[in-house]
């Protein structure tokens, strides 16, 4: 289903790339967008006489017939471009003021300026793309490193589209037959043999399932794996968070509670995005600012994926801290051993060894962070949820069709079946924009950027 949320009969522009760079693209869409570009564009041919999918060269004149700039077009012809709209796109110098003429000339001449991802929305609408190929789009804008393009790459070629595709034809096909014994329940026959009817939900429960469990891999590798650095007060927290991460970025002190709150930084560990948090000290504290940074510690500890516990090796002891193993790596760190002349005291103490100072050991305490996040199964056709929109539609599609197993299992009447697998496709369709709301729109691409 297709919502019209904004009228798709206006002609749009905007600028398609970011400025600062040599050259910029603006984009012109819609039922005038030639009309428009031929009203300020001079070459050998006008655009209206050229076919789709070609390249111009030209020059740029105002409303004066002065030359603004040397241009080069590609024209796009519907149904043939990415919003299924005639589009022309202008390739100008990377000037902002010849940028915002070109703009202005064009609205001028019956533009509209575009709003944030309208482009991307209209090319949904035109059904040139399902929802979740459209959100790919501002995903592999936004990605950060070479995993999360990947999934947002897959994602974007319609990978994770045509998966959740065969499972809606199976189940489409399944209520087909259900409800086709409601039309003759007069007969008591039955169309869909219910032996066939527990495999086929059973196998797509287990791909549901296999989507949903990749959230948690997908989320990481999106957003960054946060990563908390924690222990006691004057252990080295701040000079390994500067180690890690190759820059001053956390004030050193041998003064004990010098860090009174949460500092955070970034790194990419061999194509994984990695957020470390430094943390205040742990300890007893009567100070109730050092106090409010060491409730944050404990907040870091909470949100965090990976947990780097340090201690000094003058004193290796870890204090006990209490976290969710389950769902969370724990790895204990042993610093400062530059500081001591004998290993014995921390010979059978089961932590990586470092001297964050001297940066030794941190090559192999960043390749022990990398194997926190296994990437071996990703490849360019892996189907990996990373957007939690997905993943709260993908849960509600696995209660439903454990509601339909039980109904089955309890020998219902193939109405109640039908109705339970008709939700399960109602929640697949959340995501793939079937089934969707103008809020959800909405919400979805005024995330976009403007010219997206």
């Known amino acids: 289903m297709r919502y019209d949320i904004v009228d798709t009969t206006t002609t749009i522009v905007a600028p398609a790339t970011a400025a600062g760079g040599a050259v910029m693209v603006v984009r012109i869409s819609g039922s005038r967008a030639i009309e428009i570009a031929d009203s300020m564009f001079r070459s050998r041919r006008r655009l209206a006489d050229c076919q789709g999918n070609t390249l111009h060269y030209g020059t740029l004149h105002d409303e004066h017939d002065e030359a603004l700039d040397d241009v080069v077009v ?38 509209q300026m575009a709003t944030a991802g309208e482009f991307t929305r209209r090319a949904f609408l035109a059904g040139k793309m399902d929802l979740s190929r459209a959100e790919a789009v501002a ?42 014994e409601l039309d003759f329940s007069e007969e008591d026959v039955e169309f869909a ?14 791909q549901i399932e296999k989507l949903t469990s990749s959230f948690s891999l997908g989320n990481a590798i999106k957003n960054g794996v946060n ?27 041998d003064i004990a509670g010098t860090t009174r709150d949460t500092i955070e930084a970034t790194t990419n560990i061999d194509g ?12 007893t504290t009567e100070n109730e600012l050092e106090q409010m940074g060491i409730d944050r510690t404990y907040q870091a500890i909470e949100n965090a994926h990976v947990i780097l516990h340090l201690c000094s090796a003058e004193n290796p002891e870890f204090a006990p801290i209490k976290i969710d193993s389950s769902t969370k790596r724990y790895i204990k ?41 296994d990437t071996s199964k990703l490849n360019s056709n892996s189907v990996v949820v990373s957007n939690m929109r997905h993943y709260a539609a993908l849960k509600s599609a696995g209660e439903a069709l454990q509601s339909a197993r039980i109904a089955l299992h309890n020998n219902l009447s ?36 403007i010219g997206k």
């Not at 589009?87 to 003021?97: C, F, L, M, P, V």
């Not at 045509?162 to 199976?170: I, N, Q, V």
């Not at 994984?272 to 300890?283: C, E, I, Q, S, Y």
């Not at 079946?417 to 919400?443: A, F, K, M, P, W």
Request: proline fraction near 1%.
């Open 74 to 111: 590609a024209l796009f012809r519907a149904p043939h471009s990415y919003t299924g709209d005639d589009t022309a796109e202008i390739t100008i110098h990377g000037s902002e003021h010849i940028c915002s003429e070109l703009i202005r000339l064009a609205i001028e001449r019956g533009a």
């Open 414 to 449: 193939s109405e109640l079946i039908s109705e339970d697998i008709r939700q399960v496709l109602h929640h697949l369709g959340e995501i793939t924009g079937e089934i969707t709301s103008t809020d959800i729109l909405n919400s979805i691409f005024s995330k976009f950027c």
């Open 333 to 373: 760190v042993i610093n400062k051993i530059d500081r001591i002349t004998s290993s014995d005291s921390i010979a059978n103490v089961d932590a990586i060894c470092i001297s964050a100072k001297l940066h030794s050991g941190i090559d192999s305490l960043r390749d022990t962070l990398r194997s926190t996040v």
């Open 193 to 206: 043999d219910r032996r066939a009817l527990y495999t086929i939900l059973d196998e797509v429960g287990m």
């Open 227 to 253: 990563v908390a650095i924690v222990g006691e007060p004057n252990v080295g927290k701040s000079t390994l968070l500067n180690a890690l991460i190759e820059d001053d970025r956390a004030m050193v002190s």
């Open 139 to 180: 995903d592999i804008i936004a990605s950060d490193s070479r995993w999360s393009h990947n999934i947002a790459s897959t994602q974007m070629r319609g990978g994770y589209s045509e998966h959740l595709a065969s499972l809606r034809d199976e189940l489409l096909r399944l209520c087909s037959l259900l409800e086709l």
């Open 272 to 283: 994984v995005l990695f957020r470390f948090v430094d943390t205040a000290g742990l300890r």
